[in-house]
């Protein structure tokens, strides 16, 4: 099964609106982390925010904040305000923490397109 | 301080011949990634070191893949006898053994090494 899964290859949104992006995951641990990436054309890898498993509080971040629903183990990215400079790739990611272990589970992206 | 740094920035080969990638991880970050990413497409793990620990080779998609990391910093990617489907964009990214704070095993990755086998 897959660890990360957005289901979104592409969304479209206007500017200064807000655009959801799903992230769902797959984890049998009860620690991990979860994190999003953005990435621009230019290809680096900008980190923007995370989530514990044991936070309580969703994670906010300017204008990024991560709907955290661990029941439904799901972690959407919540972009406020869409800026054009949001057009980019955005990956989901998780770290299982129980197993010692440093790998991280990336999702396929999804293509953020902002529309002046 | 610096960032992760990977060299070369753009690498071109015949197709059969052996590549090295290199990457220079953040000082003191005890764990190093190695990642592929192949146009429009999202990232796939290689391989991770952690510390003196045996890395995680769990990734690697053939045998023509090969990765070491000497004295826990600089770590070297070998593709022997490229082949045109291992032209992708590679990744490194190294994080902090720090196991407190709100980022604390956030990964910084590198600008890669876009790799074109003709």
């Known amino acids: 099964a897959q660890k990360i899964t957005q289901t979104q290859p592409g969304m479209f949104v206007q500017e200064k609106e807000a655009v959801t992006l799903d992230c769902t995951y797959d984890?049998?641990?009860?620690?991990?982390?979860l994190f999003w990436y953005k990435q621009p054309s230019s290809g680096e890898m900008i980190f923007l925010i995370y989530?514990?498993?044991?936070?309580?509080q969703n994670a906010t971040e300017g204008r990024y904040s991560l709907n955290f629903q661990k029941a439904r183990k799901s972690a959407n990215l919540v972009i406020s305000a869409s800026q054009l400079g949001d057009s980019a790739m955005y990956f989901c990611?998780?770290?299982?923490?129980?197993?010692?272990?440093?790998?991280?589970?990336f999702g396929t992206g999804t293509s953020l397109t902002v529309i002046p | 301080g610096a960032g992760v740094s990977q060299s070369p920035s753009n690498k071109v080969t015949e197709k059969g011949k052996d590549v090295e990638l290199r990457c220079d991880p953040i000082?003191?970050?005890?764990?190093l990634y190695w990642y592929r990413q192949s146009l429009g497409q999202g990232l796939e793990f290689l391989i991770y070191?952690?510390?003196?620990?045996?890395?995680?080779k769990s990734g690697l998609p053939s045998d023509r893949f090969s990765a070491e990391r000497t004295g826990g910093s600089v770590s070297t990617l070998t593709i022997q006898r490229t082949q045109q489907e291992d032209s992708a964009v590679y990744l490194c990214?190294?994080?902090?053994?720090?196991?407190?704070?709100?980022?604390?095993?956030?990964?910084?990755f590198g600008p890669g090494t876009r790799l074109t086998v003709l």
């Open positions: 990214a190294s994080s902090s053994p720090r196991l407190a704070g709100p980022t604390y095993n956030e990964q910084f």
């Open positions: 984890t049998s641990d009860q620690s991990y982390g």
């Open positions: 989530q514990g498993s044991y936070d309580e």
């Open positions: 990611a998780m770290r299982e923490l129980n197993r010692g272990g440093n790998q991280f589970y």
């Open positions: 000082s003191g970050h005890t764990a």
């Open positions: 070191f952690q510390g003196n620990s045996a890395p995680d």
